[in-house]
């Protein structure tokens, strides 16, 4: 949302309300609920938050076309992105999730662990030398891979590793 707004106001398109200030505070709050166990508040709060998203996302498609041909590439992949954000949010099973907007081939990956049962990245497969550590060959595996990677072939020269990158 904020980067809608920030795009708007950069190239001087008129917005009706841009909730710059109370959206940030808004997403603040809702983490304040979250972590107190105070859900019914948070799932109000959380509406409200995707109404005003979705006010700003219809603003900004009525005036896609005021735009120039690459700045409309850039809000229709904010676009895009916000209307995705808005549909799992309405499904909260659907699949191809998206969980970061700075790196959209983020997967959840669930590892089983009662500490930490959920990690967020991409599962990475690096092979180096075994004597001299030398990288030799690097591989990411994406969605939820085992843990048993069969395509990565070891021998006595070299060493497997496999990583979460996040």
Do not use: W
């Not at 005036?63 to 041909?69: I, S, Y």
């Amino acid at each position: 949302m904020q980067k809608m707004i920030a795009l708007m106001q950069q190239e001087g398109l008129s917005i009706r309300q841009c909730y710059a200030r109370t959206a940030p505070r808004m997403v603040e709050i809702i983490g304040r609920y979250a972590h107190a166990r105070q859900f019914k508040r948070m799932r109000r709060l959380l509406s409200v938050l995707v109404t005003r998203v979705g006010r700003v996302v219809r603003e900004l498609e009525r005036q896609l076309g005021k735009l120039e041909e690459l700045k409309q590439l850039e809000a229709q992949k904010l676009l895009d992105q916000a209307k995705q954000i808005l549909k799992q949010n309405n499904n909260p099973k659907a699949k191809n999730k998206l969980y970061s907007l700075h790196e959209p081939n983020v997967d959840c990956i669930s590892k089983g662990k009662a500490h930490k049962r959920y990690e967020f990245g991409v599962k990475v497969g690096i092979v180096n030398t075994r004597k001299d550590g030398f990288v030799v060959g690097i591989r990411s595996y994406p969605g939820n891979p085992t843990t048993d990677i069969p395509s990565m072939i070891c021998c006595n020269y070299y060493r497997c590793i496999a990583l979460f990158i996040t």
